[in-house]
């Protein structure tokens, strides 16, 4: 099954990104594709490689960029709610890119389920 | 506006697409991006559906004044849903009951549907997409 998935929170704050990541990371052990993760309101702030939590903390966002890079995820931000937040191209880690919200809405047309996390 | 420079994905694949806005207006930021989906996947020639629950009923009250929080009035983006074809707005009648709402209350034509109507719509829907 092809599952979107989307990301309403940011990191830390909420435990919308842990779970999402969770559950992408077990779909695709399960054999399920993921090929597409979009970051909306908040959850733009996944993105940025400025980031750096505490050493004996999980990075979330070196671990989506991880996940992206083995199973060759595209990690969506969008572009509106980025600008909104200050989250700029030549801030995002690797994997991630600005685009607009179509790319979300080509998710729920494209695949089998569409997977929201946030409040 | 960039977010719109596809309105089509190619596919012709035409899905029905059910935005549930579950928060009140504003406080957070939910209801104002939200709206932004909803008009994107309109311009996607999907078969679109508003639900207003919870305190998202709050959206559609006449009369809202925001130069007190000193945040934008986007309420008049309801009104101009028609112009994107988008006519299926509905209501839950438990949250307006809950917060002693009426149809007269609201800025828009809605259905006003009970928890079991509210229920089968859902499970018609191809994508249900919450704010």
């Not at chain 2, 719109?4 to 697409?17: E, H, P």
Request: glycine share 8%; net charge negative; aromatic share 8%.
């Amino acid at each position: 099954m092809q599952f979107g998935i989307l990301i309403n929170e940011g990191p830390y704050n909420h435990q919308a990104s842990d779970s999402a990541y969770l559950f992408a990371r077990t779909a695709i052990e399960k054999g399920h594709k993921v090929p597409r993760i979009f970051f909306y309101h908040d959850g733009v702030n996944n993105s940025t490689r400025m980031a750096e939590p505490p050493q004996d903390d999980r990075n979330v966002t070196a671990r989506w960029s991880k996940l992206a890079e083995d199973h060759g995820i595209d990690l969506v931000v969008c572009v509106a709610a980025a600008l909104r937040r200050g989250i700029k191209d030549e801030l995002l880690a690797p994997g991630f890119r600005i685009s607009g919200l179509g790319q979300l809405v080509e998710m729920g047309i494209q695949y089998d389920r569409l997977v929201t996390f946030g409040d | 506006m960039s977010d719109m420079d596809m309105d089509d994905d190619g596919s012709g694949i035409v899905k029905k697409f059910m935005f549930l806005n579950r928060k009140a207006p504003h406080g957070t930021v939910y209801a104002l991006e939200g709206l932004e989906v909803v008009l994107i996947t309109a311009a996607f020639d999907q078969d679109v559906s508003l639900v207003f629950t919870d305190d998202g009923v709050y959206q559609l009250m006449k009369g809202m004044d925001t130069k007190g929080i000193e945040v934008k009035d986007f309420s008049k983006t309801y009104r101009a849903l028609e112009g994107y074809d988008i006519e299926k707005l509905y209501v839950d009648k438990t949250s307006m009951d809950a917060r002693g709402l009426t149809e007269d209350d609201l800025i828009v034509d809605v259905t006003v549907l009970s928890d079991e109507e509210m229920k089968n719509l859902m499970a018609e829907q191809d994508v249900v997409i919450s704010f």
